[in-house]
């Protein structure tokens, strides 16, 4: 397949990358981050394929989407860590 000389930037590669943030920043958790991940690779998949302009974009999409779901996951970490030690204070 010929790529053209001035290749667009890959559409699903920005959708990835808002979703992820939406996902980051608390908007959207977990969903926005799932959703950057997915369409993050599909989008690396596609840029290969098709010589499109956006691969950085969609490997960031790809890094801040699991960023978002770490910050979740020690989120709620902290919160059942602090549930615990208020029923075992009260409880005293």
Do not use: C, K
């Amino acid at each position: 397949m010929e790529h053209p000389a001035n290749p667009r930037t890959n559409r699903v590669a920005v959708w990835a990358l808002a979703a992820s943030l939406l996902g980051l920043a608390l908007l959207v958790p977990i969903v926005g981050s799932v959703i950057g991940i997915v369409w993050g690779r599909r989008a690396v998949t596609s840029i290969e394929a098709t010589g499109e302009r956006g691969g950085g974009v969609a490997q960031a999409a790809v890094v801040f989407g699991w960023f978002g779901i770490v910050e979740v996951s020690i989120g709620l970490v902290f919160l059942a860590i602090i549930l615990v030690s208020a029923v075992t204070s009260s409880s005293s």
